[in-house]
Nanobody, 114 residues
Framework: QVQPAESGGGLVQPGGSLRLSCTAP????????MGWYRQAPGEQRELVAH???????YYADSVKGRFTISRDNAKKMVYLQMNSLKPEDTAVYYC????????WGQGTQVTVSS
């Protein structure tokens, strides 16, 4: 595996929740700051959240208080719990290191619509 593998996206109504998962490739996962990004149609990819080796987190203002990033070093996985979803959260979601170093994966589509 040379790319992250994201999963968990789907179609959800406004106010709903989804939990995204990402399996990271390579070694030394536990020391890497991992992030979730998203890209909406016609927009640039943006960093949504990241979590470092000490479990300190960062969130973009647009998702603060609604999204929670977490990690499981033993499984080399990163998660994004998304609550109170809004239509403007619609995007393809990707994971990567906080300063991207992996080849981008396929992402997982999140669509928030009634």
């Amino acid at each position: 595996q040379v790319q992250p593998a994201e999963s968990g996206g789907g179609l959800v109504q406004p106010g709903g929740s989804l939990r995204l998962s990402c399996t990271a490739p390579g070694s030394l996962f536990s020391i890497k700051t991992m992030g979730w990004y998203r890209q909406a149609p016609g927009e640039q990819r943006e960093l949504v959240a990241h979590i470092n080796r000490g479990l300190s987190t960062y969130y973009a203002d647009s998702v603060k208080g609604r999204f929670t990033i977490s990690r499981d070093n033993a499984k080399k996985m990163v998660y994004l719990q998304m609550n109170s979803l809004k239509p403007e959260d619609t995007a393809v979601y990707y994971c990567n290191t906080a300063i991207p170093t992996y080849v981008w994966g396929q992402g997982t589509q999140v669509t928030v619509s009634s």
